[in-house]
């Protein structure tokens, strides 16, 4: 039998890898109304991750995204449950200021996945030169007509977190419902000094309504200077939204301060 000619395998061209491409977001400024504008930050597919607080101007708003930038990289998030049991997160600064808040989400882990995105966008996301109108921002002053007298009374607590030592106040309603809460603090003093000044500009009717992505109203309590004190939980309509505005002024009038 004659010897057959083996012959070598052919070489396979190997093909150049495709280089995945990389999600770039976007940042956006937009203005809200009446002089007021906020920065958002938008993943590739446009879903918004996060939306600043209210800057008096375009610049303001411009730095606002630096800061927040700076903040998401030193990783100063705080996951916090409202009174529906859902979650959202709080993005702040190193002097604890309120920079931005999450949207809502109906499990802990969702609200991690959020935070993930967050910072897997935020540094690479590019900037956006047009200024979009998003005029959302309803200014609500509270029904004054409030009887001081009346039985049914709110209660402030000065509440000290188990974990941390540090402190907040709390508004509650006479029914025991959670109605503000503020930033915590690490002294019992400067938890009683915030709840001086929510008091103050509750009573000052210094309240906005705004809405946030899936279209849902939240209430913010501000200081003059427009920086966030504290917020209400959201709600699907703007009367239902007003009436917890109402009810938070009430009680912040009735209010008597509980003891620790």
Same mark, same amino acid.
């Given at each position: 039998?004659?010897?057959?000619?083996?012959?070598?395998?052919?070489?396979?061209?190997?093909?150049? /890898?495709?280089?995945?491409?990389?999600? =770039?977001?976007?940042?956006?400024?937009?203005?809200?109304?009446?002089?007021? +504008?906020?920065?958002?930050? @938008?993943?590739?597919?446009?879903?918004?991750?996060?939306?600043?607080?209210?800057?008096?101007?375009?610049?303001?708003?411009?730095?606002? =995204?630096?800061? =927040?930038?700076?903040?998401?990289?030193?990783?100063?998030?705080?996951?916090?449950?409202?009174?529906?049991?859902? +979650?959202? +997160?709080? @993005?702040?600064?190193? /002097?604890?200021? @309120?920079?931005?808040?999450?949207?809502?989400?109906?499990?802990?882990?969702?609200?991690?996945?959020?935070?993930?995105?967050?910072?897997?966008?935020?540094?690479? $996301?590019?900037?956006?030169?047009?200024?979009?109108?998003?005029?959302?921002?309803?200014?609500?002053?509270?029904?004054?007509?409030?009887?001081?007298?009346?039985?049914?009374?709110?209660?402030?607590?000065?509440?000290?977190?188990?974990?941390?030592?540090?402190?907040?106040?709390?508004?509650?309603?006479?029914?025991?419902?959670? &109605?503000?809460?503020?930033?915590?603090?690490?002294?019992?003093? /400067? $938890?009683?000094? !915030? &709840?001086?000044?929510?008091?103050?500009?509750?009573?000052?009717?210094?309240?906005?309504?705004?809405?946030?992505?899936?279209?849902?109203?939240?209430?913010? &309590?501000?200081?003059?200077?427009? !920086?966030?004190?504290?917020?209400?939980?959201?709600?699907?309509?703007?009367?239902?939204?007003?009436?917890?505005?109402?009810?938070?002024?009430?009680?912040?009038?009735? $209010?008597?301060?509980?003891?620790?």
């Amino acid at each position: 039998m004659a010897n057959e000619k083996k012959t070598a395998p052919k070489k396979t061209e190997e093909k150049p /890898a495709v280089e995945k491409k990389k999600a =770039i977001g976007k940042w956006i400024v937009k203005h809200k109304g009446d002089g007021e +504008y906020a920065s958002y930050l @938008l993943a590739s597919n446009g879903e918004v991750l996060l939306v600043s607080e209210i800057y008096s101007s375009v610049d303001g708003a411009l730095q606002g =995204i630096e800061t =927040i930038k700076k903040n998401i990289a030193l990783g100063n998030f705080e996951l916090v449950q409202d009174k529906a049991k859902r +979650y959202f +997160y709080k @993005l702040k600064s190193s /002097a604890n200021r @309120l920079l931005c808040v999450g949207e809502v989400y109906s499990t802990k882990q969702s609200c991690v996945n959020s935070v993930d995105s967050v910072k897997r966008f935020a540094e690479s $996301a590019v900037l956006s030169e047009k200024i979009e109108e998003d005029l959302t921002i309803v200014a609500y002053m509270p029904n004054k007509n409030v009887d001081e007298k009346s039985p049914l009374k709110g209660k402030w607590k000065i509440v000290e977190d188990d974990d941390t030592g540090e402190f907040c106040a709390q508004l509650f309603a006479s029914n025991g419902e959670l &109605l503000l809460s503020s930033e915590y603090v690490s002294t019992e003093k /400067a $938890a009683k000094t !915030s &709840l001086q000044n929510i008091r103050k500009n509750a009573l000052a009717g210094n309240f906005i309504i705004d809405r946030d992505k899936n279209k849902n109203y939240v209430f913010k &309590l501000r200081n003059e200077k427009k !920086s966030v004190l504290c917020m209400g939980a959201s709600y699907k309509t703007l009367a239902a939204c007003q009436k917890a505005v109402d009810s938070t002024y009430r009680f912040c009038v009735t $209010a008597v301060v509980d003891k620790l």
